[in-house]
């Protein structure tokens, strides 16, 4: 019986330069890209670069461009492609420097991760939280740091504002501290100044290639440039912050 | 260390895969004809209203308040315009279609001197909420007008314009109360739920906007279209180009 196989575009290279080549592999019901990779390291080329751990969309180790799209490597089936008779490229994450063909430096996302203001309660934990308040925010805690949302993102994509921007991934983890119903700081400055959310300008990339499907623009990023309105962009909110209307300040849960 | 290598060739098209350039430039051919459409009507006409029948563009019927007899669409259409322009879902569109920046998820950015949201005029989107406040009060006129259409001299009359004005203030409802903005007035602005004395009230509200939210755009681009449609009828009655169709 006859193997059927397809061709696979893999970019081969590092710092100093490279180019895209192509690898035959045999298709088996079923595989990923990853999987595909995996053939080829097999097969044809034992020094193929890649990160990656879980397999299972789980650990965000094995982020790469298909076709110039952020995916993951894991979760991408390859007879989505071959359905449609498309080829397949795959490249190292555009926006981040380049180790060595699909595996980048990504370090620069941990530097981000340690300037944000950390997690400040009212008083130690145990705390009573209730459904209601941390519903909101466990959206935020699926994220996996893929970092997929980061090379999509324009801003730091295309205009490379690395300095400028935090991106999509730190605005999730700002929200995700921010709305804390125990916590007591007050990030907004910081996210205006420090993270520069006014670079974002709610394309909602970040949202369309996010693996975990968590809605970074519509429920972090607006979220915090509605709260960033509130606090430097509406006198009316700034003179009424204290009615109960607008209370937003932090106490102790009651019983519900 | 070097940038990936991806940045020394052209951005990859995603190939097969989407039409990536249809949205962005279906949005810039509707925009601009909305917009081109809207500017005709308020700049070049002094009447909105046929019979019981109120054009959006003319709602409230400020003009008739102040005694201002010429465009005074002008006094009011400001504000629907305001709302959508600061509009976050309008934001996306016409950054895509109009900017380009980007065009689409993964394709180069047109613009160089890219600044975002962080300098004027683009920074006035920050101002969304103040036309979400004074769109409210649009919405309820626009109901008023809608139950004006089924009355016509002094009795229940009801035609086409009937329920296309029902429909136009439907679908505005929907669209300014599924609103970020608003989302953020009802709950989006509180940490703790369980901490306020109306907690549980307003998190089923902020739930309910919530849900609304997800829809946001499906409701700003069928406004948009019935605000149009509505204001075309209205403008070929006036114009006796065609005749309400009435049911009973």
């Known amino acids: 019986m006859a193997t059927d196989t397809t061709t696979i575009y893999i970019y081969r290279g590092d710092a100093s330069g490279g180019e895209e080549r192509p690898y035959l592999v045999e298709i088996s019901p079923g595989m990923v890209i990853l999987d595909a990779i995996h053939y080829i390291q097999a097969n044809d080329a034992p020094d193929l670069a890649v990160r990656w751990n879980c397999k299972a969309a789980h650990c965000g180790s094995c982020s790469a461009e298909i076709n110039g799209h952020p995916r993951l490597l894991c979760k991408t089936r390859l007879d989505d492609y071959l359905a449609t008779d498309t080829p397949v490229h795959v490249r190292p994450m555009k926006t981040f420097p380049i180790i060595r063909d699909l595996v980048t430096d990504v370090s ?26 941390v519903a909101r925010i466990q959206e935020f805690r699926r994220c996996i740091e893929c970092f997929l949302c980061q090379d999509i993102c324009h801003v730091i994509r295309d205009h490379d504002a690395k ?55 519509g429920n972090a990023i607006i979220p915090l440039k509605e709260r960033l309105a509130d606090q430097f962009w509406d006198p009316v909110r700034r003179i009424f912050r204290r009615s109960s209307l607008m209370d937003v300040g932090q106490h102790e849960p009651k019983d519900p | 260390m070097a940038q990936s290598p991806s940045r020394e060739k052209s951005q990859l098209k995603p190939k097969g895969e989407t039409a990536w350039w249809l949205a962005p430039n279906l949005t810039l051919v509707v925009f601009s004809l909305f917009v081109l459409y809207s500017a005709w009507e308020v700049l070049t006409h002094n009447v909105g209203r046929y019979q019981n029948y109120l054009s959006p563009y003319f709602s409230p019927d400020v003009g008739l308040w102040l005694g201002v007899p ?60 103040f036309f979400l406040y004074l ?48 989302r953020h007035l009802v709950g989006g602005n509180i940490d703790c739920f369980s901490c306020q004395s109306r907690g549980r009230s307003r998190y089923r509200w902020w739930r309910t906007i919530s849900t609304l939210n997800q829809r946001h755009g499906l409701f700003a681009w069928t406004s948009m279209f019935m605000v149009w449609g509505t204001d075309l009828y209205i403008r070929l009655l006036l114009s006796g180009v065609i005749h309400d169709v009435k049911f009973f």
Not at chain 1, 188 to 204: E, K, Q, S
Request: aromatic share 16%; glycine share 6%.
């Open chain 1, 163 to 217: 300095d400028a921007y935090m991106g999509p991934r730190f605005m999730a983890k700002l929200a995700e501290l921010e709305m804390h119903p125990m916590d007591t700081e007050n990030r907004i400055p910081f996210v205006r100044n420090d993270a520069g959310l006014g670079w974002c300008n709610v394309t909602h990339c970040c949202s369309e290639v996010c693996p975990e499907g968590i809605e970074i623009t």
């Open chain 2, 135 to 182: 769109a409210l009060v649009v919405v309820v006129f626009l109901w008023k007008d809608a139950v004006d259409g089924l009355w016509y001299q002094g009795h229940l009359e009801v035609g086409l314009g009937s329920v296309i004005l029902l429909l136009d203030a439907i679908l505005l409802s929907f669209y300014t109360f599924s609103c970020h903005a608003f």
């Open chain 2, 70 to 129: 010429f465009l005074p669409a002008v006094l009011v259409a400001w504000i629907p315009l305001g709302f959508r322009a600061s509009c976050y879902y309008y934001r996306r569109e016409y950054y895509r279609g109009f900017f380009r920046d980007p065009a689409a998820c993964g394709i180069r950015d047109r613009a160089k001197r890219y600044q975002g949201e962080t300098r004027a005029p683009l920074s006035w989107n920050n101002l969304h909420r």
């Open chain 1, 108 to 133: 620069w996302n941990y530097r981000m991760a340690k300037r944000i203001p950390p997690f400040h309660p009212a008083h130690r934990a145990p705390f009573t939280l209730y459904q209601r308040d």
